[in-house]
């Protein structure tokens, strides 16, 4: 009997315990259904177990490793510089510190824009060696055919268009996409472009409000805003800038839920002057 597959009402009842344990889980398709049931779709970003176990203990929907760790984690000036093996190092870490939300891994510079092949092997490795569930890349109409190929290999994809960090170069800085009107379709254009490809979920980053609204609107699949109003079916934001955690620059799109920043400073200086005063560790902190 040793190691077979239990049977008859015991086998039963293992699969009735396996799935009310994963009832919770948020995959793909619960991420897109959400739009059809109107429900907002709730993101932020994680780069480390503690965070990734806090976030998900909180409820978020998604926990997205994004490129963005490049700035908040390493102290970079922008997204370019992070490597493939660095964000499969911190998705691994998220992967442990989560039970219900869906990770989703940014692919970053490099790892798609090169070919198609390349795409597809490191859009797997994300998920192969890094747990996620999902990638992220930026742009719209010129990266449909890499979308096409990562969802076709059965690996869902996020995209990302508007303001996309990894052009900071082409654009001048981070500047709002979409000011002028004329631009417009060309965005809307990149946004039916991701969903034709095949993507689950589309973030729409630094445009006007009124423009992510008419884009929420055309598509079928959710829209997941970060500076792009309240119209978008969900929102994302990262999680150093809402904890004051990250102020080397401060976007107007950015509310500031807490001050742990703050409260870092102030706990490291009441343990300095305790050191210093010869009271830390006292009594209760030491052993007899
Ligand atoms: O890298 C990132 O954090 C992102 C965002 C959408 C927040 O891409």
Not at 97 to 106: P, S, Y
Not at 182 to 189: G, K, R, Y
Request: aromatic content about 8%; proline content about 3%; some cysteine.
């Amino acid at each position: 009997m040793g190691g077979e597959w239990p049977s008859g009402f015991f086998r039963e009842a293992f699969l009735f315990v396996e799935f009310d344990l994963m009832v919770d889980k948020i995959t793909v398709p619960a991420i897109r259904n959400k739009k059809r049931t109107g429900e907002k779709i709730t993101a932020l970003t994680a780069y480390d177990y503690c965070f990734a176990r806090i976030l998900d203990q909180a409820g978020i929907d998604i926990l997205l490793v994004g490129d963005s760790l490049a700035c908040v984690i390493q102290g970079q000036d922008s997204t370019l510089p992070v490597t493939l093996e660095e964000m499969i190092y911190h998705t691994r870490a998220v992967v442990r510190g989560r039970k219900q939300a869906l990770v989703v891994a940014d692919m970053p510079f490099l790892s798609y824009q090169v070919n198609v092949e390349e795409a597809k092997r490191n859009a797997g490795r994300l998920l192969q060696e890094g747990g996620a569930e999902a990638v992220k890349l930026e742009g719209g109409v010129g990266v449909v055919k890499t979308i096409e190929a990562i969802v076709k290999m059965g690996v869902p994809v996020m995209g990302h268009v508007g303001l996309t960090p990894q052009s900071i170069h082409q654009f001048g800085g981070y500047k709002i996409q979409g000011r002028e009107k004329e631009q417009w379709d060309a965005i809307m254009a990149d946004a039916l472009a991701v969903e034709a490809g095949g993507a689950f979920s589309v973030v729409l980053e630094g445009i006007p409000a009124e423009l992510a609204g008419e884009i929420t609107a055309g598509l079928q699949i959710p829209t997941i805003g970060i500076g792009a109003g309240v119209k978008c079916d969900g929102q994302i934001l990262v999680i150093h800038d809402i904890l004051g955690l990250f102020d080397k620059f401060a976007p107007k799109f950015v509310k500031r839920y807490a001050e742990i920043g703050t409260a870092v400073s102030e706990a490291a200086k009441h343990f300095i002057a305790e050191v210093q005063a010869g009271t830390f560790p006292d009594e209760e902190h030491s052993f007899r």
